[in-house]
């Protein structure tokens, strides 16, 4: 199954109904968004010369254009690579380079940054600007006929860093995203044509994955005219288009409930706030329930998985009643009906209720393996379980507790980042000697990147103004350390292993001191 079949049956289904939303006003019907996927798809075989299985990446912030491009490649029978719009130069290249992409669909903003790739990145043979008048005279072009494609067929790389520092794709068919859809349906909520869904974060993330069952069944995509988070703009359009829901980190879910322009909004279109990708604190969370009342769900998922280990339903939120009921809302939930989750020992046996182990997870959803790494895939998937990397413990109940993010994992205002690659790129500056970076916690961002560092015995100490400079020639800026700390050594074990542990740990017991004072 092509999962672009869903546009080629809202077009003929819903017709004239809203599909695509810029702001407040229609962009595209769901004729005419059928129309134009099926005219681009024919341009991107007949002038491109692209075939099924090619690769087209997709370097855009949020615009209906997006989501274009988006179903035009899946129509066409191609794998989209849909790339982090935050990233650097060179991370984007990377990407483009080992996904072997042959055309990148980019917007003003970094076709720039894209073009400068030509020649750099092999396989690279043409991009294409949208909005544009290129693009839109694609779009007005002859109509083709869907592409079949298997349902085992690769449909979507998403490109998640490991704990090597290096991203990696993680490849996802129509069949891992269509169980992904229905598991939606099955735990989070059922969608009708009415609905519609908000895309305030990324599409290249969890919002575009979410995106996918509003898109089966017929409900409205909206993107912000503002193309950020805007809380005013938030509040009018929640207003405006009716059955909303929307994926967002918990820092934004904090932000828009202390936001007075949703405070004082009329919330009767809100439907549901789907949240995930980092702790939400209690605190937050009791402060969200009081504004948003009985609207919030909570997943637990990763690239690997698309969205879909666990859920936190949003029964469970107003089930304040239960004895148990800050433990519960402090979890990530039970397994999703289409998926079995264990926790494993070191060793790779089950541990018992309540231990604490590595989480991992079975089911149709869990992706096909990482695009053309062989190791990575199997060193991730064993026995038919992807090892997800992370720490955790299950209740007598099923409700999973997430006790440590992959190791070293940082998320940062619902952001991944991995310390290896900050360490990897202050580790090139001549100063530097040594270093570890790791998260502290933040009110604002979840957690904030600090980086321990051990300077060159033989070189001045580097300022601040040098490492960042350092950081940002050749990573994104949100992945920048936000303090340094110069130190005279790391804390290692008896194998010369860095204790980031006992970092983390320092840094907490300031926050705690902190917050006591």
Same mark, same amino acid.
């Given at each position: 199954?092509?999962?672009?079949?869903?546009?080629?049956?809202?077009?003929?289904?819903?017709?004239?109904?809203?599909?695509?939303?810029?702001?407040?006003?229609?962009?595209?019907?769901?004729?005419?968004?059928?129309?134009?996927?099926?005219?681009?798809?024919?341009?991107?075989?007949?002038?491109?010369?692209?075939?099924?299985?090619?690769?087209?990446?997709?370097?855009?912030?949020?615009?209906?254009?997006?989501?274009?491009?988006?179903?035009?490649?899946?129509?066409?029978?191609?794998?989209?690579?849909?790339?982090?719009?935050?990233?650097?130069?060179?991370?984007?290249?990377?990407?483009?380079?080992?996904?072997?992409?042959?055309?990148?669909?980019?917007?003003?903003?970094?076709?720039?940054?894209?073009?400068?790739?030509?020649?750099?990145?092999?396989?690279?043979?043409?991009?294409?600007?949208?909005?544009?008048?290129?693009?839109?005279?694609?779009?007005?072009?002859?109509?083709?006929?869907?592409?079949?494609?298997?349902?085992?067929?690769?449909?979507?790389?998403?490109?998640?860093?490991?704990?090597?520092?290096? !991203?990696?794709?993680?490849?996802?068919?129509?069949?891992?995203?269509?169980?992904?859809?229905?598991?939606?349906?099955?735990?989070?909520?059922?969608?009708?044509?009415?609905?519609?869904?908000?895309?305030?974060? !990324?599409?290249?993330?969890?919002?575009?994955?979410?995106?996918?069952?509003?898109?089966?069944?017929?409900?409205?995509?909206?993107?912000?005219?503002?193309?950020?988070?805007?809380?005013?703009?938030?509040?009018?359009? &929640?207003?405006?288009?009716?059955?909303?829901?929307?994926?967002?980190?918990?820092?934004?879910?904090?932000?828009?409930?202390?936001?007075?322009?949703?405070?004082?909004?009329?919330?009767?279109?809100?439907?549901?706030? &789907?949240?995930?990708?980092?702790?939400?604190?209690?605190?937050?969370?009791?402060?969200?329930?009081?504004?948003?009342?009985?609207?919030?769900?909570?997943?637990?998922?990763?690239?690997?998985?698309?969205?879909?280990?666990?859920?936190?339903?949003?029964?469970?939120?107003?089930?304040?009643?239960?004895?148990?009921?800050?433990?519960?809302?402090?979890?990530?939930?039970?397994?999703?009906?289409?998926?079995?989750?264990?926790?494993?020992?070191?060793?790779?046996?089950?541990?018992?209720?309540?231990?604490?182990?590595?989480?991992?997870?079975?089911?149709?959803?869990?992706?096909?393996?990482?695009?053309?790494?062989?190791?990575?895939?199997?060193?991730?998937?064993?026995?038919?379980?992807?090892?997800?990397?992370?720490?955790?413990?299950?209740?007598?109940?099923?409700?999973?507790?997430?006790?440590?993010?992959?190791?070293?994992? &940082?998320?940062?205002?619902?952001?991944? &980042?991995?310390?290896?690659?900050?360490?990897?790129?202050?580790?090139?500056?001549?100063?530097?000697?040594?270093?570890?970076?790791?998260?502290?916690?933040?009110?604002?961002?979840?957690?904030?990147?600090?980086?321990?560092?051990?300077?060159?015995?033989?070189?001045?100490?580097?300022?601040?103004?040098?490492?960042?400079?350092?950081?940002?020639?050749?990573?994104?800026?949100?992945?920048?350390?936000?303090?340094?700390?110069?130190?005279?050594?790391?804390?290692?074990?008896?194998?010369?292993?860095?204790?980031?542990?006992?970092?983390?740990?320092?840094?907490?017991?300031?926050?705690?001191?902190?917050?006591?004072?």
């Amino acid at each position: 199954m092509n999962l672009a079949v869903w546009i080629e049956r809202n077009g003929t289904r819903f017709g004239n109904q809203a599909a695509i939303a810029d702001g407040h006003e229609v962009y595209a019907d769901w004729r005419s968004f059928a129309g134009a996927v099926s005219s681009l798809a024919g341009a991107l075989m007949n002038e491109y010369g692209l075939r099924p299985g090619d690769r087209l990446a997709i370097v855009m912030n949020n615009s209906p254009q997006y989501l274009e491009a988006l179903f035009a490649a899946w129509y066409a029978g191609l794998v989209v690579v849909p790339v982090n719009a935050r990233l650097h130069r060179d991370e984007i290249a990377f990407i483009l380079d080992q996904s072997a992409a042959t055309i990148a669909v980019v917007d003003q903003g970094h076709a720039d940054d894209v073009n400068a790739l030509m020649g750099t990145v092999t396989s690279l043979r043409a991009i294409l600007e949208a909005p544009g008048q290129v693009w839109d005279t694609h779009r007005g072009g002859p109509a083709v006929s869907l592409v079949e494609r298997q349902s085992t067929d690769p449909a979507w790389l998403f490109y998640t860093s490991g704990t090597t520092g290096r !991203p990696k794709g993680a490849t996802l068919s129509h069949h891992n995203l269509l169980m992904m859809s229905l598991s939606y349906f099955a735990d989070i909520d059922p969608i009708e044509a009415s609905d519609s869904v908000l895309h305030a974060a !990324p599409l290249s993330h969890g919002s575009g994955l979410y995106g996918l069952p509003h898109i089966a069944r017929g409900a409205v995509s909206v993107l912000p005219a503002s193309r950020g988070v805007d809380d005013g703009e938030i509040a009018s359009l &929640i207003g405006h288009w009716s059955g909303m829901s929307f994926f967002a980190a918990p820092t934004m879910v904090k932000r828009l409930a202390a936001s007075p322009a949703v405070r004082s909004a009329d919330l009767v279109g809100l439907k549901t706030i &789907i949240y995930g990708g980092a702790p939400m604190y209690l605190n937050d969370l009791e402060q969200a329930l009081d504004v948003f009342g009985p609207r919030l769900a909570q997943i637990y998922g990763q690239g690997e998985s698309p969205m879909t280990i666990t859920a936190l339903s949003k029964a469970d939120h107003l089930d304040v009643a239960h004895r148990r009921w800050r433990e519960r809302v402090q979890s990530v939930g039970v397994a999703r009906t289409d998926v079995q989750i264990r926790i494993l020992s070191d060793e790779g046996l089950p541990v018992p209720v309540g231990e604490i182990g590595e989480v991992a997870v079975r089911g149709s959803v869990v992706m096909n393996g990482y695009w053309e790494q062989p190791d990575a895939t199997n060193e991730a998937i064993r026995d038919g379980w992807l090892h997800t990397g992370d720490v955790g413990s299950l209740d007598q109940e099923g409700y999973l507790t997430l006790r440590d993010r992959s190791k070293d994992l &940082i998320i940062s205002g619902g952001m991944n &980042i991995y310390p290896r690659e900050v360490e990897e790129v202050l580790l090139a500056h001549p100063a530097v000697g040594g270093v570890s970076v790791v998260g502290r916690p933040d009110d604002e961002w979840g957690e904030a990147v600090v980086a321990f560092v051990v300077v060159d015995g033989e070189t001045d100490t580097p300022t601040v103004e040098e490492l960042d400079r350092q950081c940002l020639d050749h990573m994104a800026r949100y992945k920048r350390p936000k303090e340094y700390r110069f130190v005279e050594s790391l804390p290692t074990n008896n194998y010369g292993k860095v204790v980031k542990r006992e970092l983390r740990q320092q840094l907490r017991s300031e926050a705690t001191s902190g917050s006591d004072n």
